[in-house]
């Protein structure tokens, strides 16, 4: 079992918080994505789930293990909490051939030869790039790093993936078609991946939920449908794609029916979506452009 869970994290710095009391958990065999914009602390938190950085305080566990804890003095290097990382830069060797690389996780890890020859080919052939097994990686297309980058997080079938926007330098073709070959992936490892990206399109077809975070707090965590249809915030909805959004006070609610008036004293615009609220409360009218049509 190999769910992970951060509980009370904080992470700085110098003198700036990225992450202050930061909470989540993804359950064993989902994939989870954060999404958020620019800045607001995605690959911080999985630096820190990898053991490349260190939190000040809070805990990191994978399955049943602690694998950080200031506070307990517990730290376990990132080759010691069973994790598979694929990074926005690839971050291949460049003197090495797709083999090599692929190879590599399983050589820190004291797999015999026969071993490495057998897991490397039968990750690559997963991949689509067993054919260029002895290329070196200077001479593949971007779209061919990636699929190795991939191979190589997987190919020791760590308990955790996580992934750090791997597709943003593919064009939007490639980008498609990698994304089902990152779900299948997951789905065949069986374990729990984490995912970041602030690509919105992309954390809602790929992901079991979505975690939306803003300056590095939690806005909302929802199925992918939940986070499309029913934003929690102001914040959610305008990243999330609702093109419309104006500031409104409940004027009648009935019958599972709201009416609210706009800030221009227009309306009442009445919703049917089953959202309750008592009159006089302010809220935000959010409206996707697809949905208005204008008579
Ligand atoms: N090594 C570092 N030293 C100082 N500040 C850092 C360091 N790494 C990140 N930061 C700061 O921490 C904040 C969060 O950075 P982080 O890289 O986690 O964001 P992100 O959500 O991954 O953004 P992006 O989508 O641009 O990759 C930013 O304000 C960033 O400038
Ligand atoms: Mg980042």
Request: overall charge positive; hydrophobic content about 40%; glycine content about 8%.
């Amino acid at each position: 079992m190999s769910a992970v869970e951060l509980a009370g994290l904080r992470k700085s710095y110098a003198d700036v918080t990225v992450l202050d009391d930061f909470s989540l958990r993804a359950n064993q065999g989902e994939l989870v994505t954060l999404l958020g914009p620019s800045g607001c602390g995605k690959t911080t938190t999985l630096r820190c789930i990898a053991g490349l950085e260190r939190a000040e305080r809070g805990e990191i566990r994978i399955g049943e293990r602690l694998v950080a804890c200031p506070e307990r003095r517990v730290f376990l290097p990132p080759n010691r909490r069973d994790i598979g990382m694929v990074f926005q830069s690839y971050a291949l060797w460049p003197h090495m051939t797709v083999f090599g690389n692929v190879a590599y996780p399983l050589r820190v890890r004291r797999r015999d030869r026969r071993e490495r020859q057998r897991a490397v080919m039968e990750i690559l052939a997963m991949v689509g790039m067993d054919s260029y097994a002895h290329r070196p990686v200077t001479e593949l297309s971007g779209g061919q790093q990636q699929r190795v980058a991939l191979a190589r997080a997987m190919v020791a079938r760590p308990a955790v993936l996580l992934f750090d926007e791997p597709l943003s330098n593919l064009d939007a073709k490639l980008r498609r078609s990698m994304r089902r070959e990152i779900r299948d992936a997951h789905d065949r490892s069986g374990g729990t991946s984490i995912y970041v990206t602030h690509d919105q399109e992309e954390a809602i077809t790929l992901s079991d939920r979505v975690v939306v975070i803003r300056g590095g707090k939690i806005q909302q965590v929802g199925t992918p449908k939940e986070i499309y249809t029913k934003p929690a915030t102001r914040f959610v909805a305008d990243f999330i794609g609702f093109e419309n959004l104006l500031t409104a006070t409940v004027s009648e609610a009935r019958d599972g029916s709201t009416a609210v008036k706009l800030m221009s004293g227009a309306g009442p615009v009445w919703t049917s979506k089953g959202i309750t609220r008592a009159p006089g409360t302010e809220v935000v009218l959010a409206a996707r452009a697809d949905e208005l049509e204008i008579g």
